[in-house]
Nanobody
Framework: QVQVVESGGGLVQAGGSLRLSCAAS????????MAWFRQAPGKEREFVAR????????YYSDSVKGRFTISKDNAKKTVYLQMNSLRPEDTAVYYC?????????WGQGTQVTVSS
């Protein structure tokens, strides 16, 4: 089973960039499709992006397509989310997990706040 720790969040102005990291543990990490999700205040958690276990296939939600890039380093057991052209509506707690997500694998998340 995969366990994760997210980091890299912070406060940034609209138009800025952040890079999130997700450090994972578990002997079979490299075999998992991994994904990023986010939850804004008062809203349900939503899917952001996912990447195949080999890292050769990615998929993004329409709201972040063209601005965010997901990547995966199996040797480091780390998943990244490069976020460019950030908007205030990207403000949320960002989580990584397997895809489909495992209920026991949710971490604490990392807060991203985009000011206008």
């Amino acid at each position: 089973q995969v366990q994760v720790v997210e980091s890299g969040g912070g406060l940034v102005q609209a138009g800025g960039s952040l890079r999130l990291s997700c450090a994972a543990s578990g002997p079979t990490f490299s075999l998992y499709t991994m994904a990023w999700f986010r939850q804004a205040p008062g809203k349900e958690r939503e899917f952001v992006a996912r990447i195949s276990w080999r890292g050769d296939t990615t998929y993004y939600s329409d709201s972040v397509k063209g601005r965010f890039t997901i990547s995966k380093d199996n040797a480091k057991k780390t998943v990244y989310l490069q976020m460019n052209s950030l908007r205030p509506e990207d403000t949320a707690v960002y989580y990584c997990n397997t895809y489909p997500p495992e209920s026991a694998a949710w971490g604490q998340g990392t807060q991203v706040t985009v000011s206008s």
